[in-house]
């Protein structure tokens, strides 16, 4: 079993960053990939960004290339996910989620473990 705690969300003005933060606790972190998933009132939750567990492969939603930045450090059981020229419709519950297969996946079907999730508003 693995728990996510999501943090770092917040209200920001269209062009401004945030960065997200997921803590792991429970099996060995580096075991799994890492993902962030996203869901606005009324939509499916779709994928955002991902890492394999060691780094070496990632993946981005194309609505967030060049905006978004993910990474992790195995040594703090953290995954991050830095936000930039953020947009309104980047507004949603971003969701931090583990993969047993360390690959990395940008498929939700993949992923075993989600957190709570954390609220990122963008004003306009």
């Known amino acids: 079993q693995v728990q996510l705690v999501e943090s770092g969300g917040g209200l920001v003005q269209a062009g401004g960053s945030l960065r997200l933060s997921c803590a792991a606790s429970g099996r060995t972190f580096s075991n799994y990939a890492m993902g962030w998933f996203r869901q606005s009132p009324g939509k499916e939750r779709e994928f955002v960004a991902a890492v394999s567990w060691g780094g070496g492969s990632i993946y981005y939603a194309d609505s967030v290339k060049g905006r978004f930045t993910i990474s992790r450090d195995n040594a703090k059981n953290t995954v991050y996910l830095q936000m930039s020229s953020l947009k309104p419709e980047d507004t949603a519950v971003y969701y931090c989620?583990?993969?047993?297969?360390?690959?990395?996946?940008?498929?939700?079907?993949?992923?075993?473990?989600w957190g709570q999730g954390t609220q990122v508003t963008v004003s306009s």
């Open positions: 989620a583990a993969d047993r297969d360390p690959s990395g996946s940008t498929q939700r079907r993949s992923y075993d473990y």
